[in-house]
């Protein structure tokens, strides 16, 4: 209905703060990541906590996507309910109440599960069998965050999950090696990337000649999908933020193929002095990290304007610094702002506007924002 | 439904990560506030961006608030829904869109409305003649945010606003006098707001000789509520955060009334070192700012634990570093965080869980959550 009364709406109508995609933008990111996997022999398993939509998660597995990456199970339930099938869920999942929703879920959906502890994966065990199913786990090797250790203990673990009659052993993934994405320059990335891989790789030997099969061995992320992609022993990475990009993202070397879709677009709603506008979108409509580097900020950039700097998010407004500004700005003008860090501004929003040249043409609810359990 | 399968149960008990209202220090807070403003002449006005839901602003209402301040249109829209009439939106509304949907709104609540701006003025004095309305609008005197210049030019927009025949001018407002929530001593708080509110005051009285009525000569928050409170001329204060309290505002001096309200409960889901412990609760479940002062960053705290100190949150974990815990952690254990920010944390949530002796006793939907607009 609301559709309906608003298609074809120039995007600078729209009531503000909103998130708009660029859809030609966003489905190019989408196509130029498939074609580069349709060239390697690992497989891309987008992760869907930077979007939480099912259209375009339907759309990267329609450009030849092999499943996808969720990080909590209340995204796995959503996109399971919109009916993708194959789902990796990058995380532990612990403690009854979801062990029995995970359970549950895996009747409806090909599901794949962390774990990195044994008292977990006899519940998850126990749970399975109790449904009478056999229930897909991966087991995370650690980088530094969760997981267990690579090497010995990886293989000790992985030796008792096997005996879990509720599981099946797939293989195994990391998240994170070498934390690559504090460098800017394609070759530290690659270099620190790789080093941290090698015991990951070993483990997976280590399991094979102990006779454990280990069908998948996944990783990697933006910052890493061509690298990550071309080491040896891999099957398939797991890239979320090509599909928008953002701040942190652009900055890094070698991710020039993928482009800007995702902005906020804001209104100026005071001119209180002659070099600040205030805007109105704040903290709770883009964040102000950029992941976990939240010591060093990127803030938010005004898109296609010289000398228009936000140099300040507080609750509710941005502050806008002005020094020669390439455009006026007046109580009323609007701006669009190039979020920071896409995946968690999508999480303040309740849905996306999707424009194409400069007219909207849908509107997607963003249907796992906050499921946050 | 949901709520007569879970009342009664154990806190502890609820999937996570889950937002905690311990409900009687938050019927505490909300009665102190109200005590402390029985005993002064300006009224109390509560902010409800920081919960965002009808229930908690009817509760401060029925303690003696006289009405409540919004920051967003689409809050008041959400609070007059719930059936609340006087609504100060202390923020400029601006643009076709959201001046139809307030002028509309005004129909079925006595809002009022922050003006600083002539054009803008005049468009909201049309539309409400459009709708054979007045308008009430209150004026925002610039502490450095948005905002009018104390003074002259003050006194010469109200004299324009006053001629527009769709609005009727009802005062003056300011956010932020001072900045007082950077001094964490009540008598430096009290000094910087103190000083910086005499523009303010003077405006007032400046537009009183001119012959305008000032009627609502509204400011302050919960750092200053008491400080404001007693300021000649003043006829309502905005406190919002007062009714949670977070490590924020409890590290300010002269707040002790005033307890933690609002927990995020989080399960240990990995231990893969032992000085590390990762939880669920990462940057999408908990907020890691203070306001503003996010480049001097004081993070959620683990409620009731010593030697657990959260030292960094990503986007989906909270990182645990141990140091002679006094607690043990094992995978699965669940602990309360206390958020740096309230307001902000809240809007990430779609529900509050309200305690009481350790038992759900109800679940809230935070209606205005996501309201930017």
Known sequence: MELMQLEGLDKYELDTPALLIDLDVMERNISVMADYFKGVKAGLRPHIKTHKTPIIAHKQLQAGAMGITCQKLGEAEVMATAGIRDILIANQIVGACKIRRLVNLAKHANVIVGVDNLKN??????????????????????????????????????????????????????????????????????RVHTEALKPFIETKDMLEDAGIDVEIVSGGYTATYNITAEIPGITEVQPGSYVFMDRAYKALEGLGPFDYALTVLTTVISRPARDRAITDAGLKAVTPESGTNYSNLILPQVKDAEGIELHLLSEEHGWLRLKNPSRNLEVGDKLELIPSHCCTTVNLHDRFYGIRDGKLETIWDILARGKVT
């Open 121 to 190: 994966a006899k519940s998850l065990s126990s749970a399975a069998l109790e449904k009478g199913i056999k229930l897909n786990v991966a087991m995370e090797i650690t980088m530094g965050r969760c997981g267990v250790e690579a090497g010995k203990p990886a293989l000790a673990l992985a030796k008792e999950i096997v005996k879990c009659e509720g599981l099946r052993f797939r293989g195994i993934w990391e998240h994170g090696a070498g934390w690559p994405d504090q460098y800017t320059k394609f070759e530290d990335r690659k």
